[in-house]
């Protein structure tokens, strides 16, 4: 990033862009969050259903699941609406989410029950799944509590929250939380999913245009899960 480059919002290269988390948006769901960084905006909503896959049934346990869908015109053109068949980079990301918010919680202590987090993008200007990641784990806290509540569990199988951010570099700079123009732009995209204690859960880091070094993973990774620590206060002042 040259000095005649401003990012938005005024920030620096570490600094993410401003985080709001609505808690209880929807009146049905057992568990909501409207997410909303910068520009982008994500509804997340959780749902506790007293059912399995059929490969979980019997195991003792529960599942965390997820989708990801896009409204058509959440970007500046129309996309149409996946009806038939998910595309590949649609099940990429829902994967990604489930399997982050699965980190927070005790399968075991859920019961034979199951909670579907829906991350329903409302607009995208960069970082719609770590967005999606860090509502949908707010959404799910409500819907553990919900579960506790009324199905005699002795406690709450959630166990801790997660929170994710993406990184890159744009330029030459290490820059955190890419906006579109950024993310569009970016030699080297990544994404980081953490712990508030800055245990990894999971990294994707992809070189779009040039390879990166060690030094710069390394980097990245530091601005990232310092920044997730913030996000994981933003999430438990949500629920508070």
Known sequence: MTETQQRSYGRGPSDARPLTLERGVSEYAEGSCLVTAGKTRVLCTASVENKLPPWKKGRGEGWVTAEYSMLPRATNTRTERERRQVGGRTQEIQRLIGRSLRACVDLRAMGEWQITIDCDVLQADGGTRTASITGGAVALYDACAWLTARSGLAQSPFRG????????????????????????????????????????????????????????????????????????????????
């Open 161 to 240: 929250f997660v929170a994710a951010i993406s990184a890159g570099v744009v330029g030459g700079s290490l820059l955190l939380d890419l906006d579109y123009s950024e993310d569009s732009a970016a030699d080297v995209d990544l994404n980081v999913v953490a712990r508030e204690d800055g245990g990894i859960i999971e990294v994707q880091g992809t070189g779009e245009r040039t390879p990166f070094t060690p030094a710069q993973l390394t980097g990245l990774v530091e601005m990232s899960t310092t920044r997730i620590r913030d996000l994981v206060s933003a999430q438990r002042a949500a629920v508070a």
